[in-house]
């Protein structure tokens, strides 16, 4: 057996699940599916990528600009469209070297995987033929490495010429070993024993001899999940390294290690909305914190666009809906919808009955559509314990429909009964997934919502989602993230304190030089810088300006020039200062004869804060966004191409008199390739009704803090306001009520950017399951933390690695990890008996496992002291230079004077 076994990918598809093949150390591509750029995010984690070469056929679906000539081709190949090719064809050579493989170099490949290198055995049938035809080959290759330096080959079969080019590949494949696809019929089936003892001969043999990473690829049913994981086991059983997915090779499938498919597939209507903005949506706002919560980035894909091809099964851990009214296109959605089933993906339905549930989707669902009730004398008869989770109503308001099952497996949920006996089902869940029709997943009761389901079991028990460790944003090393923001609003008003001083010198005295914690501060150029509405207040705002950004906690931000609040409505080149919001206030600042540029919004405030106002070794990073801060697309991509992180959006806002999940946002929103990070919690505005009344009101954001904290942690702490705040007495008491409840709180501190950077990565995360049962995390250099059901047990640390501690409180068991690209998770049923983290206000900088009996971490905080918890150090030496020493149950607890780094180091015997 190979020393090192990589875990090996093949896909063949036009889309690529780049969060998925990225978990692999090897991953073989259809070039010609990719697009610039496409190669570094597959290897962004380090893996290998391999494009696809067939040496001896000719395909004839790919486009060349210089095809060979007829002369070098043989024949046609019996089972695919494709010409066989005589490899000892001097024009088949240099087609091969020249418009294949020197074209794919300067694309940036260096390693390819030789496919068709036994086809000439069609036309080749007595040995000496074939021999010649052998010989080409082992010249090919010797020639690839001749040619092209570092190359690296992974060979399909080609067992007649291993014995000569042994030195020059570094794996051999071969399909199916014991589970294949006939092209001729398009059946599946097991494998003769013969011929695949014969297979598993010269594999092991390869292994033996040449020393050599082997693996088997083998097909099976896109839906037979359980059989591809079996028969991967099975040929990992034979030391061999597995590859199990469909012929076309267009489903991630299992192999060495199985991605769990962390993206949600959820469908909105543009149609259904003002402006057509995903914002607006149920999908959005209603699914979006659920998903996340249990672990799902989603894609949210308009269903007025070409719908997703291939074989999403294994892809995306379900296909959810939202829509609230009927589909123009009804019918094709829910056929293309059945194929998906048919090839083994969960559904959940909520909302309206937009396509027709039958033919294909009812005998797959077991549903029959209920008709001719009376929905006037419509009575709930029975439910369980999905229902209820935020209220329930005796009858509803309205009432779209129902369904009868015809199969004993589905659950209702729901059940209701008219005066006449009819008797229906609203919400279901079943072996294909889930349906809840509104009004029964969320009720509006005038201005306030309530979830009338379980959203959490509803999608558990629909889409059958996996139990595996969720990669978690609100925590790090046992702590909860804290974040500190301002808006650069008002920073030109005057305060109502004795002298009518700028709000900014009241926040710089009562609140910044008070509080010394990571704080992002940010300006609004438009209203005092030179070409503002205030430049008069200028030389007296820039000094004040200069004097916040020099402190040592501040980060620097930029609120924009103009103040877009309208984002979508502003075009390019229009004049400012043009159009009204519902609450009366221009699309943007009246700036005289600035025409809108997104542009001069974002780099042009950023530069000017940079030349004016940032000290020495400061510059702008974060961009907070303005207005209803919804920013399109492009301005997204002017901010990764300037290297700034974006922040703020959502409206988290639940309090005690509102108390519903309605009231929490998601975290992300995506904006075609790019990611808006939401503000975890919003600001003061929201509190004090537009800072109208109670001014006093941001306190309550307490409730918000301690309503995201419990039952479930689903927001980090965040302390967001304006420069209003310091504007009276009343808005200023409340704002240091919030900050000293805060700094009680066991938190991490960090800056803006840290956590923005911190949940775009959580979208890309991977969380791979081995087939030994122990997990395989990648991406997780910012996101370090893994939020673990109990079920699932305890880190076993001495054969886990990159696993640094564990902090089991009541809102979860939170794993925390080294910062590395890579973390292997083993878990065992006891708790830890050795060393670990359990908690820390700061991050880790440095992880080292010299021995079994040695550790050493290095941890920084951003701007605060240091605190550092050990568990299990009963038994154990701890050196921690520079701290004070508490002993705390079974561990030991660390208070440092300075932020870090502190180096810590244990000991046992």
């Not at 999940?225 to 030391?239: M, P, S």
């Not at 689903?714 to 009343?730: E, R, V």
Request: glycine share 8%.
């Amino acid at each position: 057996m190979a020393s090192e076994q990589p875990s090996v990918a093949f896909y063949y598809g036009s889309d690529i699940p780049f969060e998925q093949l990225d978990q692999f150390d090897w991953v073989v591509i259809e070039a010609d599916s990719m697009a610039p750029g496409d190669q570094q995010r597959l290897a962004r984690n380090g893996a290998q990528v391999f494009a696809y070469l067939s040496v001896g056929e000719l395909e004839q679906w790919r486009k060349t600009t210089a095809p060979p000539p007829e002369s070098s081709l043989m024949m046609d190949n019996p089972d695919w469209p494709a010409r066989v090719a005589d490899l000892t064809n001097p024009d088949w050579q240099e087609y091969l070297f020249e418009e294949r493989v020197t074209k794919l170099w300067e694309q940036g490949y260096r390693a390819f995987f030789l496919d068709t290198l036994d086809s000439y055995q069609f036309f080749a049938k007595d040995s000496e033929e074939a021999a010649v035809q052998q010989t080409a080959l082992v010249d090919i290759i010797q020639r690839l490495h001749e040619r092209f330096p570092g190359i690296k080959l992974l060979l399909n079969r080609g067992f007649e010429v291993l014995d000569r080019v042994q030195d020059d590949i570094v794996g051999v494949a071969a399909e199916s070993l014991y589970r294949r696809w006939n092209p001729s019929t398009g059946v599946y089936g097991n494998v003769p024993e013969e011929d695949s003892d014969w297979l598993l001969n010269q594999l092991t043999r390869i292994q033996d001899e040449y020393d050599l990473p082997v693996i088997a690829i083998d097909y099976v049913p896109a839906a037979d999940r359980e059989v591809a994981r079996e028969t991967a086991r099975r040929i990992h059983e034979k030391g061999l390294i597995p590859w199990v997915s469909v012929p076309e090779l267009n489903q991630v499938g299992v192999g060495l290690i199985e991605p769990v498919p962390r993206r949600a597939l959820v469908f909105y209507n543009s149609k259904d909305v003002d402006d057509g903005m995903l914002s607006n949506t149920a999908a959005y706002q209603t699914l979006g914190v659920p998903l996340e919560y249990l672990g799902f980035a989603v894609e949210y894909r308009d269903v007025n666009k070409p719908l997703p091809e291939g074989v999403l099964n294994g892809r995306y851990a379900g296909i959810l809906t939202w829509f609230q009214g009927p589909l123009e296109e009804g019918q094709q959605f829910g056929d293309w919808l059945s194929r998906q089933m048919q090839q083994g993906s969960k559904v959940a339905i909520f909302g309206a009955l937009a396509f027709p549930l039958s033919g294909e989707l009812s005998r797959m669902t077991g549903l029959q559509r209920v008709d001719g009730f009376d929905s006037a004398t419509l009575e709930i008869t029975d439910f369980d314990e999905m229902m209820g989770y935020e209220g329930m109503p005796d009858s509803p308001e309205f009432f779209q429909g129902g369904f009868r099952s015809r199969r004993e497996s589905n659950k209702l949920h729901l059940t209701l009964e008219d005066a006449k006996g009819v008797r229906l089902s609203p919400v279901i869940t079943g072996d294909w997934g889930g349906i809840a029709v509104s009004p029964w997943e969320v009720q509006n009761i005038g201005s306030q919502q309530r979830w009338l389901l379980d959203p959490f079991a509803f999608l558990k028990n629909s889409l059958d989602l996996p139990t595996f460790p969720v990669p978690d944003t609100t925590t790090e090393n046992g702590s909860r993230f804290w974040t500190t923001q301002i808006d650069g609003d008002a920073f030109i008003s005057h305060a109502e304190f004795p002298g009518a001083p700028f709000t900014g010198e009241i926040m710089l005295e009562e609140v910044l030089k008070r509080y010394d914690v990571p704080t992002t501060v940010s300006i609004v150029e438009g209203e005092f810088g030179p070409k503002s509405v205030r430049p008069q207040d200028g030389p007296e705002l820039e000094p004040l300006a200069r004097e916040i950004f020099a402190l040592p906690w501040i980060e620097l931000a930029t609120h924009t020039f103009s103040h877009p609040f309208e984002w979508h409505k502003l075009k390019e080149g229009d004049l400012a200062g043009q159009g009204k919001t519902k609450a009366g206030f221009h699309y943007n600042l009246p700036l005289e004869g600035y025409r809108y540029s997104l542009e001069r919004e974002i780099v042009g405030s950023a530069n000017y804060i940079d030349r004016r106002l940032a000290p020495p070794g400061k510059r702008t990073e974060v961009v907070l966004w303005s207005g209803n801060a919804l920013p399109p697309e492009k301005a997204l991509a002017i901010i990764e191409r300037n290297g700034m992180v974006n922040f703020n959006g959502g409206n988290t806002s639940i309090t005690r008199d509102n108390p519903s999940l309605t009231q929490v946002s998601p975290m992300l929103r995506p904006v075609g390739d790019y990611l808006q990070v939401n503000a975890p919690i919003i600001n003061e505005n929201v509190y004090t009704n537009e800072m109208t009344s109670p001014l006093w009101g941001y306190r309550r954001v307490i409730e918000t803090f301690q309503l995201t904290d419990m039952p479930r942690r689903l927001k980090p702490i965040s302390i967001y306001y304006h420069f209003y705040s310091a504007g009276t007495p009343a808005a200023l008491r409340a704002l240091k009520q919030v900050y000293d409840y805060v700094l009680e709180q066991e938190t991490l501190p960090v800056y803006v950017s840290t956590w923005s950077k911190l949940a775009t990565s959580w979208y890309d995360v991977g969380v791979a399951r081995h087939l030994d049962g122990s997990w395989r995390i990648s991406g997780t250099t910012k996101n370090r933390t893994l939020r673990i059901p109990t079920e699932l047990g305890w880190p076993d640390f001495a054969r886990s690695s990159q696993v640094a501690g564990v902090r089991d409180i009541p809102q979860g068991r939170y794993v925390a990890l080294s910062g590395a690209d890579h973390a292997r998770l083993v878990l065992d049923e006891e708790p830890p008996r050795s060393p670990y983290l359990k908690r820390a206000n700061g991050r880790l900088t440095d992880w080292q496992v010299p021995s079994a009996t040695h550790k050493t971490m290095t941890l920084s905080a951003e701007e605060v002291a240091l605190v550092v918890e050990l568990g299990a150090t009963q038994g154990c030496r701890v050196n921690a230079p520079g701290a004070s020493f508490t002993i705390i149950d079974d561990g030991v607890l660390l208070n440092y004077d300075q932020p870090g780094p502190a180096t810590i180091e244990v000991f046992c015997d």
